[in-house]
């Protein structure tokens, strides 16, 4: 199995303060995912990487930053969490063709 | 806009039963992939369909591919309460691996 981490696992947070998910790899792949998963909305892509430093925008990516410094890293940072950003996010590795293997999730309430 | 429309979104059942979920779309993809999702984990994938017409089974489950690439669904035999689950289906269609992902169909089985 692939080896994704991701924390914090549980987090509860107030409106307008940043927040930053980590997701950690141990597989050398070089694309990383951040999803969303809301009731209704399936799962919707925030922002994905493609390599050290190269990042690029999903479809829900408006009030979330990421950073890719190191391949086994990828992190999602809210700027300034707003209740609408309450959510179940998963990071995700793609074994190209393959599929996507993914990480156990961080369940984030902002209050 | 939901590019990969599923169904039925919610189908409960009595175990030993035969169900069908389908997942269309009006785009091309060059692969279809299928993913179960059990509460509070992220999403593991069964099967990965790539040609149009393929059919691949797993035990109970069949998969099939539809001839033009647009469609695919996921029969089960005798349902089982261990099927029980949230099943998705993700169309791969852009470069970078991106998946466009349907909404997703929860499924009980009753003992």
């Known amino acids: 199995d692939a080896g994704i981490t991701q924390s914090p696992r549980h987090k509860v947070t107030e409106t307008g303060t940043p927040v930053t998910l980590r997701c950690h790899q141990t597989?050398?792949?070089?694309?990383m995912y951040w999803y969303r998963q809301d009731p209704g909305h399936g799962l919707r892509l925030i922002h994905y990487s493609y390599g050290v430093k190269d990042t690029d925008k999903g479809e829900v990516s408006d009030g979330y930053s990421v950073s890719r410094s190191k391949t086994e890293d990828f992190l999602l940072t809210l700027e300034s969490a707003t209740s609408s950003q309450t959510s179940v996010y998963f990071c995700?590795?793609?074994f190209g063709q393959g599929g996507q293997f993914f990480g156990p999730g961080t369940r984030l309430t902002v209050l | 806009t939901q590019l990969l429309e599923q169904s039925p979104q919610f189908l409960s059942i009595q175990e030993g039963e035969n169900l069908t979920v389908y997942c269309n779309s009006s785009s091309v993809f060059s692969s279809l992939q299928w993913y179960r999702q059990e509460p509070g984990e992220g999403p593991v994938l069964l099967v990965t369909?790539?040609?149009g017409g393929e059919v691949k089974k797993l035990k109970r489950l069949t998969f099939q591919f539809g001839d033009a690439r647009k469609d695919s669904s996921l029969h089960i035999t005798a349902a089982q309460p261990g099927d029980t689950g949230l099943y998705l289906c993700?169309?791969?269609?852009?470069?970078?691996?991106?998946?466009?992902w349907g909404a997703g169909t929860k499924l009980i089985i009753k003992p």
């Open positions: 369909v790539v040609t």
């Open positions: 995700a590795i793609s």
């Open positions: 597989e050398n792949h070089r694309y």
């Open positions: 993700a169309g791969e269609r852009d470069s970078n691996y991106q998946l466009i």
